[in-house]
């Protein structure tokens, strides 16, 4: 019997019956070290999980802030960016065509503080959420943002106002809904800990006095 090991074996007379074998190693490895062992790889892997969710979220407002600033021709063409001049609410806005705040996007389209908020909210909100910082802010102007847009598009409706189809294919849950549900998800779990620099910024003061900012 190997050093630093007991074993206590329980032999039936009957050949059918089962050795059992009960070890326990003198460094305190057995059942109950195993299992807190799984554990740990299990919150681990959760860990890791929600800050691939979290780097993902914050990279899709990341990146339409960029295609937008600078045209990178995707959702904004070439020579159309904020910084040629284009206008990054006027296309969105403007081709609104359902729902009850129709009129008002219409109005709102192309003005320059609509063009301003839009822009540092997505900048702000990619910045943040990428980086795993001030999650909860990011998460309640992520939702507001979310929430604005889920109107403008305006899932329900089955029809456009020229009576054609509206193509909607969830009267609610749509991209919109997830991507405000991943900002609260990655907020209240503090996802920002794991290959972000949350613990860094749990740690300063104005953080360690507010704790909203987190």
Same mark, same amino acid.
């Given at each position: ?137 990011a $998460? /309640? =102007?992520?939702? @507001?943002?979310? %929430?604005?847009?889920?109107? !403008?598009? &305006?899932?329900?409706a089955?029809?456009? +106002? ?15 809904v997830?991507? $405000? /549900? =991943?900002?609260? @998800?990655?907020? %209240?779990?503090?996802?920002? !800990?794991? &290959? ?5 910024? +749990? ?12």
């Open positions: 019997m190997p050093e630093g090991t007991m074993a206590m074996a329980v032999h039936e007379h009957s050949q059918r019956s089962p050795i059992l074998r009960f070890s326990f190693r003198a460094d305190g490895t057995g059942p109950a070290t195993t299992a807190a062992a799984s554990e740990l790889d299990a919150h681990t892997v959760s860990a890791r999980a929600l800050a691939v969710l979290r780097i993902l979220t914050g990279f899709v407002f990341l990146w339409a802030f960029l295609d937008k600033v600078f045209g990178l021709g995707y959702a904004t063409a070439s020579g159309k960016g904020w910084i040629d001049g284009g206008s990054p609410t006027k296309g969105f806005l403007s081709s609104v065509a359902a729902g009850p705040l129709q009129s008002t996007f219409h109005a709102w389209a192309g003005a320059a503080w609509a063009d301003w908020l839009f822009m540092l909210g997505l900048a702000g909100i990619g910045a943040a959420v990428t980086a795993g910082v001030a999650l909860r802010p $998460a /309640v =102007a992520g939702t @507001a943002m979310m %929430a604005l847009m889920w109107l !403008a598009e &305006w899932p329900p089955k029809h456009l +106002a020229d009576g054609s189809p509206s193509m909607s294919s969830n009267p609610f849950a749509d991209y919109h997830i991507y $405000a /549900v =991943a900002l609260v @998800a990655v907020a %209240a779990v503090g996802a920002g !800990a794991t &290959w972000g620099l949350g613990r860094w910024w +749990a740690r300063l003061p104005v953080v360690r006095d507010h704790t909203w900012l987190r």
